[in-house]
């Protein structure tokens, strides 16, 4: 599966949406109505899903869909 | 043994006292029941055979709370194995009594790294499959001493206190998540941290209890097993005390 694809697939399904709701800009608070806990959750899934450690300074500019599927890219290549 | 696991319990300091009566109270067919124990001497089978009386599955486990590693490798075989976690008791609890004048660096740092600390690394692993399940009970054992205080119990009261403090705040975190947390605060209750005190001390603590009489280990197991059920739903935050009128 696409990093994209799963992304939106742990979003929906943490935040109860359908996914294509899960747009790349959304902003994963205002917009999805996410919140901390439900970013935290999301966070924790994310590093178990691709073996990685996000830092809370990173974590805190995770705000949109996009900005999470850029970051997972970036730290897994 | 996932399949037949309907739920799953753990209970920090199971193998004797208040924690075995939990242990005990909560046992029945299809719960699994999870306790630890670190001191040398426990082994947890008397434990493990009042949960088999009662039909349920004791797993008892070697495990020291204040050890962040041995935490994680506890509730990691618990989640392997049942792949849930319903209620959690912090149970777990030491005391270093002495005057405060008296106390060394060390005696309040062991009280504070188990009571406190080690309730802290459990809720952290519990919670974390609470919240996904979005579902959970947690009881935290705190004391009278955290609440009105007890002379000698400098470092376990100010644990005990924290404790509460923690209850509270959790709470608020969790509550989204359909997660209760409350703590339950015993008086003074026929364990073996009690029958080691002077009869003297003894009588005069019972002479002070409205009641007239310590109270049994099984006084605070009923209130856990109440605050894990359904009918408790709609109770969180709260210090709840099991104590003959000790304090009013």
Known sequence: MKIEDKVVKVIAEKLNLD??????????????GADSLAIVELIMTMEEEFDIEVPD?????LVTVED???YLKEKIS | MTSDIKRTIVVTGGSRG??????????SPNTCIYFNFSSSQATGEETAAQVSAAGGIPRPLRVNVASEKEVLDFFKTIVDETGRIDVLVNNAGITRDNLLLRIKDKDWDDVLEVNLKGAFHCTREAA????????????NI????????NPGQANYAASKAGLIGFTKAVARELSSRNITVNAIAPGFIETGMTLKLPEKTRAGIISQIPLGRAGAPEDVANLAVFLASE??????GQVIHVNGGMYI
């Open chain 1, 19 to 32: 996914p294509a709701d899960v747009v790349p800009n959304a902003a994963l608070i205002n917009d999805l």
């Open chain 1, 57 to 61: 300074e990173e974590a805190e500019k």
């Open chain 1, 68 to 70: 999470v599927i850029r």
């Open chain 2, 18 to 27: 208040i924690g075995r009566a939990i242990c005990a109270a909560f046992a």
């Open chain 2, 128 to 139: 974390k499959t609470m919240v996904r399940q979005r579902s959970g009970r947690i009881i």
């Open chain 2, 142 to 149: 705190t004391s009278i001493a955290g609440v009105a205080g």
């Open chain 2, 231 to 236: 009918a408790a739903g709609y109770i969180t």
